[in-house]
């Protein structure tokens, strides 16, 4: 993998809003691979897609596409990129084929039989004006476009938001059969996170302008995990604990002997994001019948980077 | 380049017809009064003055520029297609107003002593049109429609200006070249010279326009 040429390389990128700042936003994908780009509203996710797309020029750091620096050739790097946004702007008196025509002249590759053949699979009317196109006919529409021309990249940014559930799954059906395509890489950025563990091979969190991780899929779902410990563990447990850990107590369970009657069992819950390093410190932990250990989703991974930038956010007021 | 201006006049041959229509009536019935040759002045600048706010207007309305540079188009390319699209709807304009203005002289409606007083109608305004056009494009690619429009909607007073300068203005203006060229300079060259100048400022606040909306973050 490391042979791999890299579809999309972005280091040190930093856009300073004054209210936000994008700090130091750092990942790579490798060529033919899905990239899962995820975090809760207002994170950062578009802010890093548009330095990509060199919609907003970053304040330093550097976005290189199959190799291409995209700020001093933008647009040789939008030749190799399919691009659909979170609000998918079109002119909208313009018909879907006048809107497709007017693409296509800036675009070499064009395949219009494909661009056609996908609008009759979407069901994309060619003689309807945008406006007049519903939100889940218009994503549809918008993903033709981006991928008529055959890009070598897809950056998908929240193509499925404000979707209603049933237009959302069609979508998400249809969009999942297109981007396993292995000779395209594709950078999908979405807070729905359970179409996301189904495809993607590699997942980078962002949260409050920071990349928490970029890893492969698998890697941060075998890292990440619910831990509950009993007390006397945790202090060596917490080490690699992604924000404190939470005290509980256990009530013993009836039949009980007297004595145990008396005894309570205190526990600590934590989640912990390096567990394979935990592991290799205390080798025995699976198998100790006192320790629980579950595994989490990227879901729940969310809620808790979430909630511990609650807390922090609190603390620092 | 040419579909951006294709683009630019489909979205806007709505509002071009209607100007056409209005203008056809305007000059054809107003062409009887004494100072009909002004409705075709002013018409011959109308057309590409609206013809201009609108295609910023559905810039702006449509978040088209969000679009076009998330394509594969250098963003100067954008810039510039204004600046083609405008003039060239301003030569057409101007073409389709003489042809109202010829046609009013051929039924008697129009009088005027001779056609190129019909061309000088038409020209001089372009001076003042090319530099509105300039400031309203660098404008636009800067700061948006609303500053952009709010400014290049004041720009027509500047043809108020000639009726508070005193009468002697053209006189002085007239002996000023005298002491350049050593001759009372041709007033169909004069105006030409204007219109090239008005061009040529166009042009570099258009080039300023292109420079600024490269850097410019757009979404």
């Known amino acids: 993998m490391q042979d791999t040429p890299l579809a999309l390389e972005v280091s040190g990128l930093t856009k300073d809003y004054g209210s936000f700042i994008l700090k130091d936003v750092s990942f790579s994908l490798p060529h033919g691979y899905i990239m899962g780009f995820i975090g809760q509203n207002g994170a950062g996710k578009t802010t890093t897609i548009k330095c990509i797309m060199n919609l907003v020029r970053p304040n330093s750091g550097t976005v290189k596409v199959f190799g291409i620096d995209a700020s001093r050739e933008p647009v040789k790097v939008r030749h190799m990129v399919g691009y659909v946004g979170e609000e998918q702007p079109f002119y909208e008196q313009m018909t ?6 007017f693409v296509s002249r800036f ?33 549809k529409f918008a993903l033709s476009l981006a991928l008529a021309h055959k890009p070598r990249l897809l ?81 060596r447990i917490e080490r690699y604990a992604f924000g404190a850990g939470e005290h509980s107590v256990t009530p013993v369970t009836l039949p009980e002997t007297p004595a145990a009657a008396h005894a309570r069992r205190e526990t600590v819950t934590v989640v912990v994001d390096r567990f394979r390093e935990l592991l290799r410190e205390l080798p025995g932990l699976e198998n100790r019948s006192d320790v629980q250990i579950e595994s989490i989703g990227l879901e729940e991974i969310m809620l808790v980077v979430a909630k511990l930038g609650d807390t922090e956010e609190s603390r620092s007021r | ?57 559905t810039e702006e309305l449509n978040n088209g520029l969000v679009f076009c540079r998330s394509l594969p188009i250098p963003p100067s390319m954008i810039v510039w297609s204004k600046f083609v699209g405008s003039l060239s709807v301003t030569l057409a304009s101007g073409a389709y107003v003489s042809l109202l203005g010829l046609f009013a002289i051929r039924v008697g409606w129009l009088k005027v002593g001779d056609g190129w007083l019909l061309f000088r109608a038409i020209a001089v305004p372009w001076t003042a049109l090319f530099v509105i056009h300039g400031i309203l494009f660098f404008l636009f690619f800067k700061y948006g429609y609303k500053r952009a429009q709010s400014v290049a909607s004041m720009l027509p007073l500047v043809f108020l200006v000639p ?3 005193p009468g002697s203005t053209r006189h002085q203006i007239s002996s000023f070249f005298t002491r350049i060229f050593g001759k009372s300079p041709d007033p169909d060259v004069v105006i030409l010279a204007l219109a090239a100048f008005g061009l040529v400022v166009e042009a570099v606040l258009t080039w300023c326009a292109a420079e600024v909306f490269e850097r410019k973050d757009v979404a």
């Open chain 2, 1 to 57: 380049m040419l579909a951006l201006i294709k683009k630019d006049i489909s979205l806007s041959l709505r509002s071009l017809l209607q100007s056409a229509v209005v203008a056809a009536i305007a000059v054809l019935a107003f062409s009887r009064l004494e100072s009909g040759v002004a409705f075709v002045s002013v018409w011959s600048l109308m057309i590409p003055y609206s013809y201009a706010l609108m295609t910023c207007y």
């Open chain 1, 96 to 101: 879907v084929g006048a809107t497709a025509w």
């Open chain 1, 155 to 235: 950056i998908l940014d929240e193509p499925m938001s404000g979707l209603d559930p049933v237009v959302r799954r069609e979508v998400v059906e249809e969009l999942l059969d297109l981007i396993q395509d292995e000779a395209r890489s594709v950078l999908l950025s979405s807070h729905i996170v359970e179409d996301l563990e189904r495809v993607a091979d590699y997942i980078a969190l962002i949260h409050s302008g920071r990349l928490l991780f970029a890893l492969e899929k698998d890697e941060v779902l075998a890292n990440w995990k619910r831990l509950t410990v009993p007390r006397e563990l945790a202090p």
């Open chain 1, 107 to 139: 675009r070499p590759n064009w395949d219009d039989d494909l661009f056609k053949r996908l609008c009759r699979k979407y069901r994309v009317p060619l003689d309807k004006k945008v406006k007049d196109l519903s939100k889940g006919t218009r994503v």
């Open chain 2, 163 to 165: 009726l508070i300068l």
